[in-house]
């Protein structure tokens, strides 16, 4: 089954940009989904199909995906953003979900 | 508005059976595939496998083939993970989620059920 690499932390001062990386063979030819999970909370979409927001997502969020890596950027982070962060993908030839390992977000 | 929402914790022993729920409303229930997937202390989220209310087609993650079963009741717009014997390591939380029209992301999560296995 298709795996997704993710770096286990990023951290970030309020007001800088941050980036989390998720890394696939070939990831750039599928479509990534990202989720944000606060403590104690369900996931929440804030990307899909590589850089589509849904309604109610802050533009300070955004996405890319290109080769073997997909980003999210969150711009002018603040501190309501830390979380963990969650890359997914839909893999064809198993019509498996999958999931990257999650990044925590930390807020310095 | 789209409202997915599970039923509450569970405390059972090893051996025991269980079944939680999960209830979708203010879509058609039918349309849209329902997930779910597991969220073991202190890690991240595996797809379980997923159900179509419609037909109740099923799919299933190999690595929880066998151990659970996925079912839905479209007449009462809700889908069903159960357990024929719990383990202590079924100790987790599960969520559901509707998937988009296409199935390929979770658009709309359920609160989460908090199940625990321990003697």
């Known amino acids: 089954s298709f795996v997704l690499t993710q770096p286990p932390s990023v951290s970030v001062a309020p007001g800088k940009t941050a980036r989390i990386t998720c890394g696939g063979h070939n990831i750039g030819s599928k479509g990534v989904h990202w989720y944000q999970q606060k403590p104690g909370q369900a996931p929440l979409l804030v990307i899909y199909f590589d850089s589509d927001r849904p309604s109610g997502i802050p533009e300070r969020f955004s996405g890319s995906n290109s080769g073997n890596t997909a980003t999210l950027t969150i711009s002018r982070v603040e501190v309501e953003d830390e979380a963990a962060y969650y890359c997914q993908l839909w893999d064809s030839p198993s019509d498996h979900r999958v999931f990257g390992g999650g990044t925590k977000l930390t807020v310095l | 508005e789209v409202q997915v929402v599970q039923s509450g914790a569970e405390v059972k022993k090893p051996g025991e059976s269980l079944k939680i729920s999960c209830k979708g409303s203010g879509y058609n229930f039918t349309d849209y595939w329902i997930a779910w997937l597991r969220q073991m202390p202190g890690k991240g989220l595996e797809w379980m496998g997923i159900i179509y209310p419609g037909d109740s087609e099923s799919r299933y993650n190999p690595s929880f083939q066998g151990q659970v079963t996925i079912s839905a009741d479209r007449s009462i717009t809700t889908a069903y993970l159960q357990w024929g014997s719990l383990k202590a390591s079924d100790t987790a939380m599960y969520f559901c989620?509707?998937?988009?029209?296409?199935?390929?992301?979770?658009?709309?999560w359920g609160q989460g059920t908090l199940v625990t296995v321990s003697s």
């Open positions: 989620a509707r998937h988009d029209s296409g199935g390929f992301y979770f658009d709309s």
